[in-house]
């Protein structure tokens, strides 16, 4: 796969306008603010391909993308309190109905900030996906925010915090890259074993 061929597909606001092809995806999902548009714009090489903000709660629609054939789905960041209720409701219920209407979810890239403990939304994801039987990595965005002592320390903490998780677990920086090759590779192996 050519990750520098990554195109904008469509971007859907509402459930009514969701269309299911029944094609393996790979999907992102995470909090808020969590750097979703950053790891995108890194693992594809483009840097407006989604729009990056400081100010949380700037994706609320769903967004396709496709690499050569392959289709990238983004989704809404959970948890950003400072959206209208309504807005949250909308969010949250689009999200949902994405989940249970795709059929074809090859990997879902969870994305938590490193610097911080998962939040309950992030328990609460975890633990969809797992009832879901859901394949998805947990992406640990910023680490490049850390010094050498924090890092080594939220790599262990992160583990434990999260119950020894079973799935990958990758740091990432979308300053250094860091983590951008162990992605694309578990990105690959998806979309392979569908095959």
Not at 32 to 56: C, D, E, H, M, Q
Not at 137 to 146: G, Q, R, Y
């Amino acid at each position: 796969m050519n990750f520098n061929n990554a195109q904008f597909e469509k971007a859907y606001g509402l459930k009514s306008q969701l269309e299911f092809s029944g094609e393996g995806q790979v999907v992102f999902a995470g909090r808020s603010n969590v750097g979703k548009s950053s790891l995108i714009n890194k693992l594809f090489n483009r840097k407006n391909l989604a729009r990056v903000s400081s100010v949380p709660g700037k994706t609320v629609t769903i967004n396709y993308y496709r690499v050569d054939s392959k289709l990238f789905v983004d989704l809404p960041g959970y948890g950003y309190a400072k959206a209208s209720k309504g807005e949250i409701l909308r969010f949250s219920a689009l999200t949902q109905y994405y989940f249970e209407k795709a059929k074809s979810i090859l990997l879902v890239i969870l994305l938590i900030d490193m610097r911080r403990e998962p939040t309950k939304d992030d328990y609460d994801m975890i633990s969809y996906l797992n009832a879901k039987k859901m394949p998805f990595i947990i992406v640990l965005t910023k680490a490049d925010k850390l010094n050498k002592t924090q890092f080594k320390n939220r790599c262990s903490g992160v583990r434990s915090e999260l119950g020894g998780a079973q799935c990958p677990v990758i740091p990432f920086s979308a300053l250094s890259g860091m983590g951008t090759d162990e992605i694309k590779k578990e990105i690959e192996k998806a979309f392979s074993e569908q095959q």
